[in-house]
């Protein structure tokens, strides 16, 4: 069994505390039923999407190294449950780790700004971690299945990785950038059965959303009929960006595509707690655009 003692800096970032409220609140519930203790960062910002090295690499630099300066002040790993945030911060870390040995001057000068604000140097002591990570490698999955109390039996899902999570760093942990199978291996774990189809590790389209919309959502419709095809009951990312253009824009890319879909996609932590138990009202489920009633009814609830 794993221990009750696993402790994480918790990251939420932007879109869990705004429009995908409900992965903040499954995540909680999630982590509580497990015994694992998060504290969370409440002084850190955004990581900026990507965006901020557009612009200035050093700026993306500077204001991730702070965030992880906060969880080293902690002496504890830094967890989110976003695969954008995921790769942008745990970039940031494999950038600076590696600059700590070959160009120190700029670390001295991403502190140097970090120490104007009153903020921890960066030390490159923690390290990045996506929830599904700590689920797969410092929980376990053995243990995990020894936490299911409702078997999430003939429920076939298919993953959504997206691009971040798989790609957005040099090296990941426990998975292939290519052909990941962490959140397959969690399905089963669960009793669930998943479903492989070929835009599972593609980009949804929300990246390019706020000035190619309609291609956006063409990219969106296309994942989400392969799923439909493969048998899928649901769709679970890891990453509240790809909820976003899956879900809550799903009416707009039926229009898009000119195709009803009606395919619910969960976050992570809401599959995983629905097998350890947890009321679908804990976890937010009424709140998703695409209605997860049938796929609720389906297991029983």
């Not at 990045?128 to 929980?139: F, T």
Request: proline content about 5%; glycine content about 8%; overall charge negative.
């Amino acid at each position: 069994m794993a221990s009750s003692t696993l402790k994480y800096a918790y990251f939420p970032g932007c879109v869990a505390q705004g429009a995908c409220r409900e992965l903040y609140i499954s995540t909680s519930v999630l982590t509580q039923a497990l015994g694992i203790e998060l504290i969370e960062l409440k002084k850190a910002s955004c990581c900026g999407s990507g965006t901020f090295k557009e612009d200035s690499q050093l700026l993306e630099d500077t204001v991730n190294a702070r965030n992880i300066a906060l969880a080293e002040e902690l002496n504890l790993p830094l967890l989110t449950h976003c695969s954008t945030c995921q790769g942008v911060i745990g970039h940031v870390d494999e950038r600076l780790k590696e600059f700590q040995e070959t160009d120190p001057g700029y670390i001295d000068e991403v502190n140097g700004f970090l120490k104007k604000e009153g903020c921890s140097p960066y030390k490159g002591s923690s390290e990045v971690k996506h929830l599904l990570w700590a689920l797969v490698g410092d929980y376990g999955l053995e243990a995990l299945q020894e936490r299911v109390t409702r078997k999430l039996s003939g429920l076939k899902c298919a993953a959504f990785y997206g691009c971040y999570l798989l790609r957005g760093q040099t090296t990941i942990p426990f998975d292939d950038p290519f052909n990941p199978e962490s959140m397959e291996n969690l399905f089963r774990a669960v009793g669930a059965t998943p479903v492989y189809y070929r835009g599972r590790t593609q980009c949804c389209g929300w990246p390019i959303s706020s000035y190619a919309t309609k291609q956006a959502f063409k990219m969106a419709g296309t994942h989400i009929q392969e799923a439909m095809e493969a048998g899928a009951d649901c769709m679970v990312t890891p990453c509240p960006l790809c909820h976003l253009n899956l879900d809550s824009r799903q009416p707009e890319v039926e229009s898009a595509i000119g195709q009803k879909l009606g395919l619910p996609v969960l976050h992570l932590p809401q599959l995983v707690a629905l097998a350890l138990g947890i009321s679908p009202k804990q976890l937010g489920l009424s709140k998703h655009i695409v209605s997860t009633q049938p796929l609720l009814e389906k297991l029983g609830f």
